[in-house]
Nanobody, 127 residues
């Protein structure tokens, strides 16, 4: 089993920034692909970003790639999502997820490829 615990969410004004973190435990973190998803009120959960286990490959949903940055620290078993120039439409619950079984450069972008999920952290962007 893998436990994922997100932190760093909160209320921020439009144009501001937040850094989300996800701490992982339970399995070898360095072989896991890590991803971030989000779910806005009344909408389905959507892919945000992913980073390969070796941190070489990252992938973002097109509309976010210029404002969001995903990173990982395999020594600390953490993955982060830096969010800049936040907009009210970024308001959502943000989930961290882990995927095992792919190669070092694997960057899955759909929910069904992820094996473990955190409980989520709320991000609210006020206008």
């Amino acid at each position: 089993q893998v436990q994922l615990v997100e932190s760093g969410g909160g209320l921020v004004q439009a144009g501001g920034a937040l850094r989300l973190s996800c701490a992982a435990s339970g399995r070898t973190f360095s072989i896991a692909v890590m991803g971030w998803f989000r779910q806005a009120p009344g909408k389905e959960r959507e892919f945000v970003a992913t980073i390969s286990s070796n941190a070489v490959n990252t992938y973002y949903t097109d509309t976010l790639k210029w404002r969001f940055t995903i990173s990982r620290d395999n020594a600390k078993n953490t993955v982060s999502l830096h969010m800049n120039s936040l907009k009210p439409e970024d308001t959502a619950v943000y989930y961290c997820a882990a995927s095992y079984g792919g190669g070092s450069y694997y960057t899955p972008r759909t929910e069904d490829k992820y094996d473990y999920w955190g409980q989520g952290t709320q991000v609210t962007v006020s206008s």
